[in-house]
């Protein structure tokens, strides 16, 4: 009898709970698999009930942009598994704008409320039951990105370095009770919003870019990839890791603020 090399690796997650933002494609999907292959009990998030979900995870219908969407997916967690014992706040996206003088006021603010403060929001609600019970882990997914700042996404990549700033603040806050927190950035990852970012970028940008290059390890980032370093920094092998930035691009970016 064959086994995957999940299947034969202990159930290192059994009776965990865990909340994954954004698990209906791609990166999330991906991360919500994982998750229960090695034993969480798995809620995710979307914004609409029409959303497919990785088979046994939990759902509810949330927009993790508000506030009434945070505490929505705080009463869920209650409400189907009892408490928290993982977060990871996955959720996020743009849409470019060559000029960022063309960047209007309410998409600077949708940038900052899906991509930062989706998570603050989230972390307020859910992590004071990590530091009663003095434990718990949180990854906040970011961008390799974010060292390039590049202008057709400037107002992602910077929603992103405050994510990644805040992560740190977080870490020192709560590393005293026993609760980790830790960032992913994610190089170019083959999903449908990869794929989408890398033809918006190549309409915007004129000449050889950042998408027209191959990552030194010779391929695209795949959701699992992304997944396998999300279930590492959640897991006791990683019990002395906290306040970091894990770039997981193939060797392709500069290394982000870690």
């Avoid at 229960?36 to 509810?60: C, D, Y």
Wanted: aromatic share 6%; hydrophobic share 40%; proline share 6%.
């Amino acid at each position: 009898m064959t086994t995957t090399r999940h299947e034969s690796g202990m159930r290192e997650l059994a009776g965990k709970r865990a909340v994954v933002t954004g698990g209906s494609r791609g990166i999330g999907a991906a991360v919500v698999r994982r998750l229960m292959e090695a034993g969480a009990e798995v809620l995710t998030t979307a914004r609409s009930r029409t959303s497919t979900v990785p088979e046994g995870a939990a759902f509810v219908a949330a927009d993790v942009r508000t506030r009434a969407g945070a505490e929505a997916i705080a009463a869920a967690a209650q409400e189907t598994l009892g408490g928290v014992d993982i977060l990871i706040n996955n959720a996020g996206g743009a849409r470019p704008f060559p000029d960022v003088w063309a960047i209007p006021d309410e998409e600077w603010q949708d940038q900052l409320d899906l991509n930062y403060l989706a998570s603050v929001r989230l972390d307020a609600l859910l992590t004071p039951g990590m530091r009663e019970r003095r434990s718990g882990a949180v990854v906040h997914i970011s961008t390799a990105a974010v060292p390039t700042s590049a202008p057709p996404f400037l107002h992602y990549t910077a929603a992103k370095a405050a994510l990644q700033n805040y992560s740190r603040g977080l870490a020192l806050q709560l590393a005293p009770f026993g609760v980790r927190v830790n960032t992913v950035s994610p190089g170019r990852t083959a999903t449908p919003g990869g794929e989408t970012t890398r033809e918006q970028w190549a309409n915007l940008v004129e000449g050889p870019g950042q998408h027209d290059t191959v990552p030194p390890l010779g391929r695209d980032g795949r959701p699992d990839d992304i997944a396998d370093a999300v279930l590492f920094l959640v897991s006791d092998r990683a019990s002395w890791l906290t306040g970091r930035n894990l770039t997981v691009d193939g060797g392709e970016f500069p290394v982000a603020v870690g």
